[in-house]
């Protein structure tokens, strides 16, 4: 960290929660530019006690260049909605780890009559956005369907070590170029989906356990335009299921042929349980790609990663494994 941003530090009067943000960056990574630094706690102790708050006093329009506005948010259950707006670029959010800083709500369209777009906890649009040791949850529960965790929309943006809590569309990958790395995502239903060009790297995805009447469908894209260069890539991340669908003994195979002949489903030298190919479906949409292919989905092709991923901080790999 430069001594510019040590002095950033050294502003604050709360010495305990200075250095736990200041820790915080340093143990993230030390080459990060910070431009400013606000503490959310709710004893009171911080700059802010809701997240909303430290985010309404962020810069409007930046471009990064000087650093991002950090927002280190320490451990807690902040019950409440956020919106990172258009004009609120290059905001960084920094907790205390995942299940330790925790952003929940339980907006939900079955029962409360939002759109499934506007039943999310918490919602990006701001270019550039970096979440990172932070908890994103929708507690609606399977039963009351469509309620999102996260709606993401914002080009260029990094959640790094986070994990999205929910059952039917926990995570919108609504748009733009978007990358997920050491994450954990749980869900039932279409839990990753949307039109975004969004990455995964060596994170976890679990599916839950599913009403009586549903199945497992991890992802659904949203793309209607065959030009856009859109999809959910999967790299070097597992599969398996959470503990109330691991001891459920409960399995459903798909039935109807809803956009099977639109669809385009690739696997890539995938290893462990369930990676032989042998009985795998026959939809004219799903194939069995060889890396020329599949190093069309990485960092690098997918979403010109390269160009903004390092001033992230957040380790990745710009090609195939």
């Known amino acids: ?59 409007n329009n930046t471009d990064g260049s000087t650093g991002y506005f ?19 670029k290059y905001l960084m ?5 995942i299940n330790q800083t925790i952003i929940t709500g339980n907006h939900s369209y079955n029962v409360d009559g939002y759109t499934t777009f506007n039943s999310s ?16 949850q929708n507690t609606a529960g399977a039963i009351n369907h469509q309620a999102v965790a996260v709606r ?36 039932t239903v279409d839990f990753i ?20 009447n549903q199945f ?15 999809g959910i890539s999967i790299q070097n991340c597992t599969v398996k299921p959470a503990d109330d669908l691991k001891f459920s003994n409960r399995w459903r195979e798909w039935s109807g042929d809803f956009a099977l002949n ?16 042998s009985g795998r479906v026959t939809w004219p949409g799903f194939h069995v790609i060889d890396a020329a292919d599949a190093a069309n989905f990485t960092v690098s092709s997918f979403l010109l990663g390269d160009n903004w991923l390092p001033q992230t901080g957040v380790p990745y790999f710009s090609g195939l494994l």
Not at 121 to 136: D, E, H, I
Not at 193 to 212: C, D, E, M, R, W
């Open 1 to 59: 960290m430069s001594e510019r941003n040590r002095a950033i530090f050294e502003t604050i009067s709360r010495r305990k929660l200075q250095q736990q943000a200041a820790d915080q960056v340093l143990e993230y990574d030390d080459h990060v530019k910070v431009s400013d630094v606000v503490i959310v706690s709710q004893d009171g102790s911080g700059n802010f006690s809701t997240v909303n708050d430290a985010v309404a006093i962020a810069p």
């Open 121 to 136: 906890t918490f919602v990006v649009v701001g270019q550039g956005f970096v979440a990172v040791n932070l908890t994103f």
């Open 152 to 187: 993401n929309g914002a080009d260029l943006s990094t959640f790094y070590s986070c994990s999205f809590q929910g059952y039917q569309d926990t995570l919108y990958v609504h748009s733009l170029r978007q990358f997920y790395r050491e994450c954990d995502i749980y869900g």
């Open 262 to 277: 639109t669809s385009y489903y690739a696997e890539f030298n995938n290893t462990g349980p369930g990676s032989n190919t």
């Open 93 to 97: 959010m920094i907790g205390d780890g």
């Open 193 to 212: 989906f949307g039109n975004a060009a969004a990455v995964f790297q060596n994170s976890n995805i679990y599916p839950k356990l599913p009403l009586q």
């Open 216 to 230: 497992n469908a991890i992802t659904a894209q949203g793309r209607t335009d065959p030009n856009q260069n859109t």
């Open 70 to 88: 950090l927002i280190y948010i320490t451990a807690g259950v902040y019950e409440e909605y956020v919106s990172i707006a258009k004009n609120k």
